[in-house]
């Protein structure tokens, strides 16, 4: 479980800073501000800040769902414990040890 929640939590870090990182060009090549902006522009600056944070949420959400599944599957490839190991009787003080092959 803790490899599982350690890989959603970087996973959703690393798709968090790559949409901060990509969101601003994805926004400027796909999209255009819909509201004039001839002397004021704060409608497209909120516009354009709106659809950044949405951005930043949706690769959020996506990184998170992606290393929920990574994690996952790890954990499945985790090697079993194995059984403990038998333990050989101990010899007590005067008794008689068991012969040894030369």
Same mark, same amino acid.
């Given at each position: #479980?803790? %490899?599982? *929640?350690?890989?959603?939590? !970087?996973? *959703? @870090?690393?798709?968090? /800073? @790559?949409?901060?990182?990509?969101? +601003?060009?994805? !926004?400027?090549?796909?999209?255009? $501000? $819909?509201?004039? =902006?001839?002397?004021?522009?704060? +409608?497209?600056?909120?516009?354009? #800040? ?6 930043? /949420? ?15 599957? @790890?954990? %499945? %490839? *985790?090697?079993?414990?194995? +059984? ?5 009787? =101990? @010899?007590? *003080?005067?008794? $008689? %040890?068991? $012969? =040894?092959?030369?």
């Amino acid at each position: #479980m803790k %490899r599982t *929640a350690i890989s959603a939590l !970087i996973a *959703a @870090l690393v798709f968090g /800073l @790559l949409s901060t990182w990509l969101g +601003p060009k994805m !926004i400027t090549y796909y999209y255009d $501000p $819909p509201v004039p =902006t001839p002397m004021n522009c704060t +409608p497209a600056v909120a516009w354009a #800040m709106q659809k950044l944070v949405m951005t930043q /949420l949706v690769g959020t959400i996506v990184g998170a769902i992606i290393g929920l599944i990574i994690g996952i599957l @790890l954990a %499945r %490839r *985790a090697h079993p414990i194995a +059984p403990p190991a038998t333990v050989s009787p =101990t @010899l007590t *003080a005067g008794a $008689p %040890r068991p $012969p =040894t092959k030369v």
